[in-house]
Each structure stands twice: as structure tokens, then as C-alpha cells.
């Protein structure tokens, strides 16, 4: 890269930068030249050259230079003449500036050389010969001797030069440098006839003007810009709001100082740096871009950097400042003018915003936990209605907009001193409207029971899969009552643990993170707080807490329901608009033909309406239900918005007009419009309801999803899930907790009167089996004499019996002055029957009392007593029906659930009923018969034999089962072998089908075997299956091979294909 040596300052004619490589260019005012150039002036051209050490450097016609680096230390340059008749000018110092000609040279002539100025203070003018401001002036040099040029001395006084007048300039004072006096040798010249010349007309003398004081002028100028151009304006653009200005200051005696908006570009006549921009008035910045000396154009920028507090409500009006242009000439002289600068307000702009909703399905599971306590039936200020019954008809609401949305699944839990969970299973949304109609209100509060209840209802079976789970806790009152304390407190007591502290909280928190469940906190009214409902409100899908909801107007619960509705279509009303560069806010609404008015003052309002909204001061909302039955929340601050559709199910166009304001006044207004479309949904899957009859004796049973979808049906095709397949049926083998390995005495003999000798629990696993069904325990026990308020002439046991058992106590050995009873838990006391036994009627706890009640006339003494006990429990039923549900599901997301109820047969055989019956039996050699209809027989792991009876039957194998298995009434193109669990636990695919199943044929005429061999290696099979009097291969028309076989290849395909085509075969393989 060339580096620069200097500037043109002046040039006359023709002046030429010569580069090594022999191109020129024309050299102008401002040009750069470079080192390594040469610089070349033609027969009237002339140069000034500002180098970049300061010094100023000047170039006569027909000459040139090279430019070399050493010109910066002050070297002298070496010049070459192009004329040679033409004189030279020697290498000069600078004199004093008042003499106005100098001696010539005796130099041997040629062309001008160069003059090399320093620089002093200001701009130093050279006058010997060459008048290089402008070089407008053609000197005329006498012809000297050579060693003028060469600085060696004068041969005499050259001619007078006439020197034309030069326009007045500021004068700077060289410094004065006196140069050495060198004698120059005096040599005779040749004498010489002298050539005969024509004769010399004399220089004509040019008038000479005298001195003029001239004024100094500077032009105007004028920006307009405008704060739309401003980020977050109305049309943003960082390149506009900069623009750029000039102006002319005009000083004929040379400028002494200028300044433009506190910004010196010169001072005493020095041009100063002026790179840094200044602020101006009005908070904006101004920069000066450029000084030219020789034409006196400045420029300018000027940035707008904010906004201007233009007047309220005038539209795009104009605010502007005038910037100071002061210039003061060499004498003194003063011009000034000014830079009008105009600022044009911005205005907010709305604009219609159209938007299509099509809601997608959107599912949830919603555990509402509702306060019944005693204040609920407080009046609520609305139609003679309680806040209970107002609290019914929001939740009845805001069911029915989930509902809208997709399928929903509802458990209902109510709090009061205790919680209730009003179901053990997920219920629709029908069945839990019926239960929140049917809620009364009584008792304290006790926050701590309502979470309880909410983890434990939240668990139960029923709840759909992939949908959203929501709480809704909703409170009237403060928590008054803990698990630490049972007497209502007229004000919470944290200290009795009344509330959620730190570590409940922490419980409750990490419960919903872990499922994902999203609590909302609802206060009614003006008694309860924050503080107690905040702990409760979290976001358990993205793990932060939230804020609780005070709605201190009950009749307003409805609306703020309808805003927390969680699928709703977001967007703002900004779209498309802004607010400006001003900033806004949404002044006012428009819908159903009701106005509403934003007050932004203090807390915020909002006016206007038939009452129907709900404004939030805190979070600066506005909530509307419109008629259509949508729900509308918009952020009167920001403009963001969002909309929930009501339950229509035809087309509707919501119409919402808005009006922006931004904060010097200005409106704009436009129009909303929600066109909300129903739901083009795939039809829902359908589930049917299952009867499983098994032999599995577990507290859980899982039934295999295939065999709970065997009778479901799918509209599109679909694939289809299930959920639960594991049901909590506590089934137990009855007397499995009488554990004791031997018979036990029960010491209960203490002789203290104290309560700790009164009371005695009895243990399941205390009690002996001693023959089938029965386990006996014996009591050794003292009662102390009677002396009325005592506590040892009585002991009471208690014992945990199920329905069904018999307990009958051997009284033999005791004495007729012992009173017997029983109770069941607190119920009354009842006399044992004649053979001294009772049977309970429930799962309970059950206690004895004895009593010591001496006749009269015995003595009233202590005595000691045995008891036998022994419970029968072969009326027990330990595993009673269990009835639940489950919840089919398609890859759209659409769902149905059914009834699945399962019932225990012991034994190795399995019954059906006359309907659809699912049979599961346990591992084993079991022997399953469906009986009448449509049945699913899963025989597992064992040798088995199965019979479908009437219907379309349908034979399961599942994953890892093993075995020789007979169906004794299978029916080709009726019923159905389901091997797809089997192969695809295999890890077989439709194109290896025929590697994993071998169909062997046996015996002929009426008693056919056809057996399919389920394995890779035909020889040792993992599963075998033999059909009973079917011949697969007549059926589909192959012939045997030695042994029965099928041979494998094309017949083994046919007969494999064909059952796939009449569905006698379900693989189930990709």
C-alpha cells in the first residue's frame, strides 16, 4: 500500500502525478500524491503541495520531482528542468515578507525548482519569483550567472522585478533567518560584442488599489427529520435519522475563528480538530463532517437520538432548535447564521388485524380443590346467592370451555376441617358437574387436608394421557385449622402450623413438577390473602412459581376463570401497527357495542361496559366475555392479547374494535376481527367395555393391552393405545396375615389402676392357623376389684376383622362375675350370640370389653381370666370384583374410555360367561372355555388347552410365552390366532414370516391336526400350537410334505397369507 507524502493546496494548468509504471493523472486541489510518484508541471502549470511533516513544498512550470521519503526530514529535493533557456530558482530562505523582490541567481537557467516551506503558525506564503497563491502570476526572472542556482553568491543586483499587488491576507510572521554572506570570486567576464536587441518597452506599472475591509458572509441551512425513523417508531430506519447539511462562510480577509454549535473549526486562524460531535439542546448530537478552506463549505450532520415532548393531541406536528453559526474574520469582523433544525412527531398506527382460529383438540385433566368451609355459605352480593353457589356456576362455566376444546377428565376434591375426595377415579365432565351441584358447605379451613387430598385424587385411575394438568384451588377464607391442631382459630396461627410453610410448600411444589401440573390460586373476597394462597400457585411445567388470584368482587370469579383457561390463542393488538416513537398504550375498546375505557393514572382503570369485565390492576388486564361466549384478555399497557373460543360449534366472527394512544395524545384506531372455526376433528376411537376373569390372584393385575383393544375400534385405522393396564384390584389370599407359626398367650396383666391397663391391640399376624380357615389366639389377663371411677376392672381388645370372618371366644375359663360385649370401632356395645361368637359385616376394627361386676354378696376382689379367641374366615371373600376403567387413544390424539371389570376364579380352569369375556390365566397348564360370544383367551406361559366355544373367538399368544397349546374348536375364517405380541417379542418381520412360522398337518378324514410351530428353528419351537380338527393345507390348497409338513417357500406363504387375508392369523409385523 502507497503511502501518502502530501495534498495539493494549489495547482495552475496542467500539473501530472507520474507513477512507476508511467500512467499520470491530473493532479487537483485536494488530491493526494504518494511516495515513489514524480511530479510533473507543464509550461504554465504550477503546484503547492501540503506535506504530511508540515512543510509546504512548490513547483514552477516546466520542471519536475521525484517525491522521496527523505522530503519529509527536510532534505532538499533534487528538480529536473524541462526548458532549458528558462532560469532556475534557486533554493531560497525565507525573508523578511515586507521586501517584495529579491535578488536573481546566477544559476545556469532552466526551469523554476522547488520551494520548500516550514510550517509557522499559520499558512507561510512564498513571494521570491513565483507567486504561488493560486499561481495566477507568471514571474520574470533576468538571466544570471550559474552560480546563483548553485548558492555560491550574486555577480550584482539583479533588475527590479514588478511585483503585481496580491489580495490582503492574514499576515503571519516567518520567523526571520538571516543567511550566510558568501563572496563570490570575482572573475572577468569575456568581453563580447552583445548581440544586438530590439528594444525593451518598459514594464507598465498596474494601478495599485488601496487596502479594502471586506464583511463576512455565512449561508444557512435547514434538516428536517422525523422520530418514526426512531427504533421502535413507526418506520424504523437508523440510516434517517442522521442527515446531512452544508453551508458557506465567506471571509476575503481570511477567518480567524468559526464556531457551529459550541464545535471550534477554527481558531485564531488555525483549523482545529473537530472530529468529536456535541449534544445540542435538545438531547440530540451534532457533528461537523467537513471544512473546505478554499471554497468555505462546512458540513454537517445532525442525529436524532429520542423523541421530543411535542404538545398533546396535534398530530405530526414539528418541534425544532437552531444552532449557532458565529465566524470572525482577521479583523475582526463578525458574520453569523443559524441550522434550523425541524423534528417531526411520530403517531401510533393501528391496523386491522384478521385472524382464522381452527382450535386443535386440546385435552386436560382438571383437579379442581374447592373450600366448602362454613363461609361459603356467606352472602356473595349477586342474585341472593352464596359464594358457594356463585363458585358452582364459574366452575360450571369454565368446564364447559375446556370441554369445548377436547376431552376432558375432572377430579373433584372439597376442604373444609377435613378434604374429601369426591371419586376414586378421573370422572367426564358431566359426572363432575352433578358432584360440584351437589356440594354443602360447613367447618373450618385446613389448607394442609386440601393439598393432601389434591396428591391423592391427582393418583387415582382415569386420567387421559397427554393432556394438560391443571389445579384450580379455590378459597374463600385464611387456613384457620392444621394436622396439629383441631379448634378453629379466629385468625391463622402459623405457629400451630395453620398454612402452608416452607417445607409443605417444597412437598407441594415438587409433586407438581414432577407431573407436570399447573396450580392456579383463586381468593374470593376481601378476608383472604396472598400470603396463604401464594405458597399454593406454581407451574409445575416449566418449574416456577406463580402468584395467587384475589378476585375481591365474587361476581367477578366467572371472568377470571375464563382468562385462566389455558389454550387460548395469543397474539397483540400491535400487529401490523405501533405505538410509535412516543410509546403508548391501548386507550380504549370497543366489543358487542360496549365502549371500555383505559385510565392509565395511578392504579389503572377502566370505565365503561355493562359491568361484564374484569379489570386487573396489577397485571394492567382487561378480561371480556362477549357474547359469542369467547373469552378475551388483553394487557392495556402492551396490547398483548389472547382469546379463548366458547362452546359453539357453528362459524362465528368475533368483531373488536381498539383504539392505540401514545403519550403525546395521539390515537389511531382499527379493528380486531376472530373468525373461530369449528374443529375439523378425525372421529374418536371407540372403547367397549372389557370382563376379565382371571386366575391371577395379586393385589394388581396387568391385563395386556391387545387383549383390552380386542374389541375397540378405531374409525380411521388408526393404531390404538391403552392406558391403565395395570389395575390395583388388592386381591390377597384369604388368611395370609394369621402369621404366627405357633399358638400365642397375650399377656394383658397388669394389676395398676392406670389407663395404660385398660386398652389392649390385637395383631392379625399374632393369630395361629390351627386347621383349614381358622387361627386362634389366647388372652391371659387380671381385672382389679370395682370401686367405681377405676380404670383396671375393665379391659378392652381390638382386632381388625374383614367381612365375612367369624370370631368366637372361649368363655370357659371365665368367671361368671366377668361381664362380655362387642363393638364395632365406636359403634354400641352388642352381646355375643349363644355359642359366643359374632360375625363382622365389614372390614373394621372390632373390640371386646370385659367387665368385672361381682354379684352382690360375692367379694368385691380382683381375679385373673383366660380367653380363647379363634376367627373363621372361611366366608372371607378376598378378592371381591374390581371395577375400574380405561382409556383408549389414537395417533390424533382422539380418546374414549370404557369399564373394565375383572373377577377371580380359582383354580386351573377358567369359565366364561355367556358375553364377551377376556380369559388370562396364570402360568400353568390351565384349561380356558369362553362359553358364548365374542372371546379373548390368553392361556400363558404353559401347556394349554382352549376352547372358544360360540362367537368370533379370538386365541392370544404374548411375548415370551412358551408351551404345547391345543384349540379344540378353532374355525378358519371365523376365529383368530393373534400372534403378533409373540413374533414381535421375537423380533420377526413381514418378510421373515415364513423363517419363524412351520405349519405341520396330521392325520386324516374327520380327525385332522393342523400344528404351527412358532420359532426359528421348526425342530425345537418356542411356542407350539395345535388346531384340532382343521387341515390347513386342504384349506388353502398345498400338499403336505414327508412328515405333515408344510414345505417351506411358496406353501408355506399361501397357507400364511391366506389366513392373513381372512384374518384367521394377526401378525402385526412391519
Known amino acids: 500500500m502507497a503511502n501518502v507524502i502530501g495534498t495539493v493546496l494549489r495547482v495552475a494548468s496542467d500539473v501530472f502525478a507520474v507513477a512507476d509504471d508511467g500512467s499520470r493523472r491530473n493532479l487537483s486541489v485536494g488530491d493526494r500524491v504518494f511516495v515513489g510518484e514524480q511530479v510533473q508541471a507543464g509550461p504554465e502549470g504550477g503546484i503547492a503541495i501540503r506535506l504530511e511533516s508540515g512543510r509546504e513544498l512548490t513547483l514552477g512550470r516546466d520542471s519536475r520531482v521525484l517525491l522521496e521519503g527523505s522530503l519529509l526530514e527536510g532534505q532538499a529535493p533534487h528538480v529536473e528542468t524541462l526548458d532549458p533557456l528558462t532560469p532556475t530558482l534557486g533554493v531560497v530562505t525565507i525573508s523578511d515578507p515586507e521586501s517584495v523582490s529579491e535578488p536573481a541567481s546566477d544559476a545556469d537557467g532552466g526551469g523554476h525548482t522547488v520551494v520548500m516551506l516550514s510550517e509557522a503558525g499559520g499558512e507561510v506564503l512564498p513571494v521570491i519569483g513565483f507567486a504561488t497563491e493560486g499561481l495566477v502570476m507568471t514571474p520574470i526572472f533576468p538571466e544570471v550567472p550559474d552560480d546563483f542556482a548553485r548558492g555560491r553568491g550574486f555577480g550584482g543586483t539583479p533588475p527590479e522585478q514588478v511585483t503585481p499587488p496580491l489580495p490582503e491576507l492574514p499576515i503571519v510572521e516567518p520567523p526571520v533567518i538571516e543567511p550566510p554572506v558568501i563572496e563570490p570570486p570575482i572573475t572577468e567576464p569575456p568581453v563580447t560584442e552583445p548581440p544586438v536587441q530590439p528594444p525593451i518597452e518598459p514594464p507598465v506599472e498596474p494601478p495599485v488599489e488601496p487596502p479594502a475591509d471586506h464583511c463576512v458572509s455565512v449561508s444557512g441551512s435547514q434538516l428536517t427529520l422525523n422520530e418514526a425513523n426512531l427504533c421502535g417508531g413507526s418506520d424504523p430506519d437508523p440510516a434517517a435519522l442522521t442527515q446531512h447539511g452544508s453551508f458557506i462562510v465567506t471571509a476575503v480577509d481570511g477567518l480567524q475563528s468559526l464556531v457551529v454549535g459550541g464545535i471550534e473549526i477554527i481558531r485564531a486562524g488555525v483549523v482545529m480538530d473537530f472530529s468529536q460531535p456535541a449534544p445540542t439542546a435538545l438531547g440530540n448530537s451534532l457533528s461537523i463532517t467537513g471544512y473546505d478552506p478554499v471554497s468555505g ?48 412527531d411520530d403517531q401510533p398506527q393501528a391496523s386491522d388485524i384478521e385472524l382464522t382460529i381452527t382450535p386443535a383438540p386440546l385435552d386436560s385433566n382438571l383437579l379442581l380443590v374447592i373450600d366448602n368451609s362454613e363461609s361459603m355459605n356467606g352472602a356473595s352480593g349477586v342474585d341472593g346467592l352464596s359464594r358457594l353457589d356463585l363458585a358452582k356456576q364459574a366452575i360450571n362455566q369454565l368446564l364447559d370451555q375446556y370441554a369445548a376444546m377436547g376431552d376432558v377428565r375432572v377430579q373433584v376434591v372439597t376442604f373444609n376441617s377435613q378434604a374429601d375426595v369426591l371419586s376414586p377415579v378421573w370422572v367426564d365432565v358431566a359426572t363432575a358437574l352433578a358432584m360440584v351441584d351437589s356440594l354443602e358447605a360447613g367447618n373450618g379451613t385446613d389448607y394442609d387436608a386440601a393439598l393432601a387430598g389434591a396428591q391423592s385424587a391427582f393418583l387415582g385411575a382415569g386420567s387421559l394421557s397427554g393432556a394438560q394438568n391443571l389445579v384450580y384451588f379455590l378459597s374463600d377464607g385464611n387456613p384457620t385449622l392444621s394436622p396439629g391442631h383441631s379448634d378453629p382459630n379466629g385468625q391463622p396461627d402459623p405457629g400451630q402450623g395453620d398454612g402452608i410453610d416452607a417445607a409443605e410448600q417444597a412437598a407441594w411444589t415438587a409433586f407438581l413438577d414432577s407431573h407436570g401440573i399447573k396450580s392456579f390460586a383463586i381468593g374470593v373476597g376481601r378476608e383472604v390473602e396472598h400470603s396463604y394462597l401464594d405458597p399454593i400457585a406454581h407451574d409445575g411445567q416449566t418449574g416456577t412459581d406463580t402468584r395467587s388470584v384475589i378476585v375481591l368482587e365474587p361476581r367477578e370469579l366467572s371472568a377470571v376463570l375464563s382468562g385462566m383457561v389455558q389454550g387460548s390463542t395469543e397474539g397483540s393488538l400491535l400487529t401490523g401497527g405501533t405505538f410509535g416513537a412516543d410509546g403508548g398504550f391501548v386507550r380504549g375498546l370497543m366489543v358487542d357495542g360496549q365502549a371500555y375505557t383505559y385510565d392509565r393514572s395511578g392504579q389503572g382503570s377502566v370505565s365503561g361496559g355493562l359491568g361484564q369485565a374484569l379489570f386487573d390492576s396489577a397485571a394492567r388486564t382487561l378480561t371480556l366475555t362477549t357474547q359469542a361466549g369467547g373469552t378475551l384478555v388483553v394487557n392495556m399497557e402492551s396490547g398483548a392479547f389472547s382469546y379463548t373460543p366458547g362452546s359453539a360449534q357453528t362459524p362465528a366472527t368475533e368483531s373488536i374494535g381498539y383504539l392505540l394512544s401514545d403519550h403525546d395524545g395521539d390515537l389511531s384506531a382499527a379493528t380486531l376481527s376472530i373468525n373461530v372455526q369449528p374443529s375439523a376433528s378425525t372421529p374418536a376411537p371407540q372403547a367397549f367395555a372389557d370382563h376379565i376373569i382371571t386366575s391371577i390372584l395379586a393385589p394388581s393385575i396387568e391385563v395386556p393391552a391387545a387383549a383390552l383393544l380386542a374389541n375397540d375400534h378405531s374409525p380411521g385405522g388408526d393404531p390404538l393405545s391403552a392406558s391403565p393396564t395395570v389395575f390395583q384390584t388388592g386381591w390377597t389370599d384369604a388368611g395370609a396375615d394369621f402369621s404366627s407359626a405357633r399358638l400365642n398367650t397375650i399377656q394383658f396383666g397388669g394389676q395398676a389402676d392406670v389407663s395404660e391397663n385398660r386398652v389392649k391391640d390385637l395383631q392379625r399376624s399374632d393369630f395361629h392357623i390351627t386347621h383349614a380357615a381358622t387361627a386362634t389366639l389366647l388372652l391371659s389377663g387380671y381385672l382389679g376389684a ?35 360385649a362387642w363393638q364395632m370401632d365406636d359403634g354400641e356395645f352388642h352381646s355375643l350370640a349363644a355359642d359366643g361368637s359374632f360375625t363382622a359385616s365389614e372390614d373394621n376394627v372390632y373390640r371386646l370389653i370385659l367387665i368385672h361386676q361381682p354379684d352382690p354378696g360375692v367379694a368385691n376382689e380382683g381375679l385373673d381370666y383366660q380367653l380363647g379367641l379363634s376367627i373363621d374366615y372361611r366366608q372371607t371373600n378376598t378378592t371381591p370384583d374390581y371395577q375400574g376403567s380405561y382409556t383408549v387413544e389414537d395417533a ?175 401378525a402385526d409385523v412391519v
Open 297 to 344: 463549505q462546512v458540513s454537517y450532520s445532525y442525529t436524532l437520538l429520542n423523541p421530543l415532548a411535542h404538545p398533546d393531541g396535534e398530530g405530526a406536528n414539528a418541534l425544532g432548535e437552531r444552532i449557532e453559526v458565529v465566524a470572525v474574520d482577521s479583523d475582526g469582523d463578525i458574520g453569523t447564521a443559524q441550522l434550523a433544525i425541524s423534528i417531526v
Open 786 to 820: 370395682w370401686q367405681g371411677d377405676t380404670f383396671n376392672h375393665q379391659d378392652l381388645y381390638s382386632v381388625e376383622l374383614k367381612a365375612g370372618e367369624a370370631l368366637t371366644i372361649d368363655t370357659r375359663q371365665l368367671s361368671d362375675q366377668v361381664g362380655l
Open 892 to 1066: 390424533h390424539g382422539g380418546r374414549d374410555s370404557a369399564a373394565v371389570s375383572i373377577d377371580f376364579q380359582h383354580g386351573p380352569s377358567l369359565i366364561g360367561t355367556q358375553g364377551d369375556d377376556v380369559l388370562l390365566a396364570a402360568s400353568g397348564n390351565d384349561r380356558l372355555s369362553g362359553g358364548n360370544g365374542n372371546d379373548v383367551l390368553i392361556g400363558g406361559p404353559g401347556d394349554d388347552v382352549l376352547t372358544g366355544g360360540e362367537g368370533q373367538d379370538r386365541f392370544m399368544w404374548l411375548a415370551g410365552d412358551t408351551g404345547h397349546d391345543r384349540v379344540t374348536d378353532f374355525s378358519v375364517g371365523v376365529d383368530t390366532l393373534d400372534l403378533s405380541q409373540l413374533l414381535q417379542g421375537m423380533g420377526a418381520r413381514a418378510e421373515t414370516l415364513e423363517d419363524f412360522l412351520h405349519v405341520r398337518v396330521n392325520g386324516v378324514g374327520t380327525q385332522p391336526v393342523s400344528t404351527i410351530e412358532v420359532g426359528l428353528d421348526a425342530g425345537h419351537p418356542s411356542q407350539s400350537i395345535e388346531l384340532a380338527g382343521v387341515d390347513l393345507a386342504a384349506q388353502f390348497g398345498v400338499a403336505p410334505g414327508a412328515g405333515g409338513w408344510i414345505a417351506g417357500g411358496p406353501d408355506t406363504a399361501t397357507i400364511i397369507n391366506g389366513m392373513l387375508g381372512d384374518h384367521s392369523l394377526k
